[in-house]
């Protein structure tokens, strides 16, 4: 199993960036996919859920409105856009499978929003 992340980067207080995670040694159009973040000093956390079909979507309550989650399975790629961001947003996000009970996760990529 591997997940490369890609798209994070530097943005300004209100911008916008756009995140994907390719997805590959499973089979991914059956499981669903997750987003998660992380901040130096503080413990992970799920930012957004979609299931395998890419219907039923989550998102933790802080990017409710703002971040949409996504995926295109025939390129097995799962897709986060995050818009208004803010400062509390800068975090190294990393994308997860579970499959079989076991959480698969990427190297993570850095998201910094500094004005």
């Known amino acids: 199993v591997q997940l490369v992340e890609s798209g994070g980067g530097l943005d300004q207080p209100g911008g916008s960036l756009r995140l994907s995670c390719v997805a590959s040694?499973?089979?991914?159009?059956?499981?669903?996919m997750s987003w998660y973040r992380q901040s130096p000093g503080k413990e992970r956390e799920l930012v957004a859920v979609i299931n395998y079909r890419g219907i039923n979507t989550n998102y933790a309550d802080s990017v409710k409105g703002r971040f949409t989650i996504s995926r295109d399975n025939g390129k097995n790629t799962v897709f986060l856009q995050m818009n208004s961001l803010t400062l509390e947003d800068t975090a190294v996000y990393f994308c997860n499978a579970r499959i079989e009970g076991i959480d698969y996760w990427g190297q993570g990529t850095q998201v910094t929003v500094s004005s």
């Open positions: 040694g499973f089979a991914f159009s059956s499981y669903r």
